[in-house]
Nanobody, 116 residues
Framework: QVQVVESGGGLVQPGGSLRLSCAASGSIGTIYAMGWYRQARGNQRELVATITSGGYTNYAESVKGRFAISRDNAKNTVYLQMNSLKAEDTAVYYC??????????WGQGTQVTVSS
């Protein structure tokens, strides 16, 4: 059993910054990739950014140049630095881990609200 736990969400003004963290723990042999997804009210869940164990990153076009994903393999932790936040970034942000025999674990989500 693997637990995936996010933290760091909150309320921020437009143009502000937030840093999300996600830690995976439990019966982990190998984590192949971790990533962030988000779901705004009334919308489907969408990819924000992913990073492989080798450091390869992938970003949604809407966040390129504003968000940065990073990873601490020793701690099975991934971070999402979000800068220049916009109202349209408001969503529940979910962390995903792909581990062992390509199993997938999701966190419970953390709310990010961008509003003045």
């Amino acid at each position: 059993q693997v637990q995936v736990v996010e933290s760091g969400g909150g309320l921020v003004q437009p143009g502000g910054s937030l840093r999300l963290s996600c830690a995976a723990s439990g019966s982990i042999g190998t984590i192949y990739a971790m990533g962030w997804y988000r779901q705004a009210r009334g919308n489907q869940r969408e990819l924000v950014a992913t990073i492989t164990s080798g450091g390869y990153t992938n970003y949604a076009e809407s966040v390129k140049g504003r968000f940065a994903i990073s990873r601490d393999n020793a701690k099975n932790t991934v971070y999402l630095q979000m800068n220049s936040l916009k109202a349209e970034d408001t969503a529940v942000y979910y962390c995903k881990a792909v581990y062992n025999d390509m199993k997938v674990g999701w966190g419970q989500g953390t709310q990010v609200t961008v509003s003045s």
